[in-house]
DNA sequence: GAATGTATCAAACGCTTGTTTTAAAGTCAA
DNA sequence: TTGACTTTAAAACAAGCGTTTGATACATTC
């Protein structure tokens, strides 16, 4: 006899049904993804998707939780840090968000897959998530070079840092047939963030320059 | 009574197929383009998928078509300008055949869609057209710093470069939706080679002097 | 203990997909 | 004109999809 109470019961296969589908979402994204994958994976019934979750589409959306990408933004700028080294810190974070395999940063990834590959979610993800995450960027952008370029460059600098970023992440069945040694463990991720943001920070200083000589 | 003789009646059938193919793979990607879809913008019969291409992924492959990419790479060498100056050459024409909605050079943005969307014929993109262009791009970032970075590094260096470009093509519905009033006419389309071309090499120089103070 | 509401399950539904079949129409040389 | 061949056409096929159904088992309440 099964001793757990009811309710827990219900929960753990609504919670073990929402687990899975965060990573098969995250692995094959929305549309590739197959209710019946997802249940097969989480050994429950195929009708439970219906049951907890409406649609296909309901739990995909449950499944979004940007709470890590935005609270990253706000533990940046609580530091007392210069805004350059803010930078730094951010490129560093966001990179350890979309390679690591940790199961909490998993989220983060649906960012990256989402600018590929719209969903009916796209407009939420883009309004909650991306959006607030450019114009963090955005601010950065403004305190290091000191205010004075145009909105359209400010534009291209905060795509210059996200989309180095985002490449990593985007093209990674490219790169592993490319360079199929390459593993993104923590020590790459690091020298990747350290990369990047050295690069960065050398272009921003040079557009600055350019438009007020 | 219609005055064409077979061979050309079957060639514009056949034809005509891979012209909106093209068009719809590139819109939609492999898996979301469908054989219906394709024959109907075609005005062609379903079954004609399959008598003269055997199947919807042997369409695809026959839609490849990398030389518009090949020839940019070669061009460009051949030019006596410096290295920096080749740089961003690359850069402009690059973003050209990505953003540019020119039906020639459609081809290109396979490979920004294979990026995110690995399909049966990912290994020969990479292998014949990716590969390529990231070796390309390689041997410019190398004359730039003076071969005096490691080879992870240098692997960086060019991530950094495509992966600004590669972004504004890939995060494009993201990009719409922050930015509804932007267009990628040729006067944007300038200017971000420009940004990307200073970004970049601000960087790479940067990245220069810290392997070699 | 009967009644009620909840959770699970196998099966089927309606639809779309890529592909195949089968027959008709057209073409062309002998 | 006949016969061989290629091209087109409508229909059907098998497989996969998200979703729904209806029955069953269970827990709780009266």
Redesign the interface.
């Given at each position: 006899m099964i001793t757990e109470t009811k309710t827990s019961l219900n929960e753990q296969t609504r919670e073990r049904l929402l687990a899975v589908a965060r990573v098969v979402f995250s692995e094959n994204g929305f549309?590739?993804s197959t209710v019946r994958e997802i249940c097969r994976r989480a050994e429950v019934n195929i009708a439970a998707v219906n049951y907890y979750f409406s649609s296909k589409e309901a739990l995909f959306a449950a499944t979004l939780n940007f709470e890590p990408l935005l609270t990253l933004c706000k533990k940046i700028n609580q530091g007392s840090v210069c805004a350059q080294e803010r930078l730094l810190n951010f490129i560093h974070d966001f990179l350890m968000q979309l390679l690591d395999k940790n199961e909490f940063s998993m989220q983060c990834q649906f960012m990256a897959?989402?600018?590929?590959?719209?969903t009916p979610v796209?407009?939420k993800i883009?309004q909650e998530a991306?959006?607030p995450v450019?114009q963090f960027v955005a601010n950065l952008v403004c305190e290091i070079v000191g205010n004075k370029i145009s909105e359209?460059?400010l534009?291209?600098?905060v795509?210059?840092i996200?989309?180095?970023?985002?490449?990593?992440r985007?093209?990674q069945?490219?790169?592993q047939?490319?360079?199929p040694q390459l593993r993104y463990d923590h020590r790459e991720i690091e020298?990747?963030a350290i990369?990047?943001g050295?690069?960065?920070?050398?272009?921003?200083?040079?557009?600055a320059k350019?438009q007020c000589p």
């Open positions: 549309k590739q897959r989402e600018l590929a590959e719209p796209l407009g883009v991306i959006a450019h359209a460059e534009r291209r600098c795509f210059s996200l989309g180095q970023c985002v490449y990593y985007h093209a069945p490219v790169i047939r490319l360079h020298s990747i990369h990047i050295e690069f960065s920070l050398a272009g921003l200083k040079k557009i350019n």
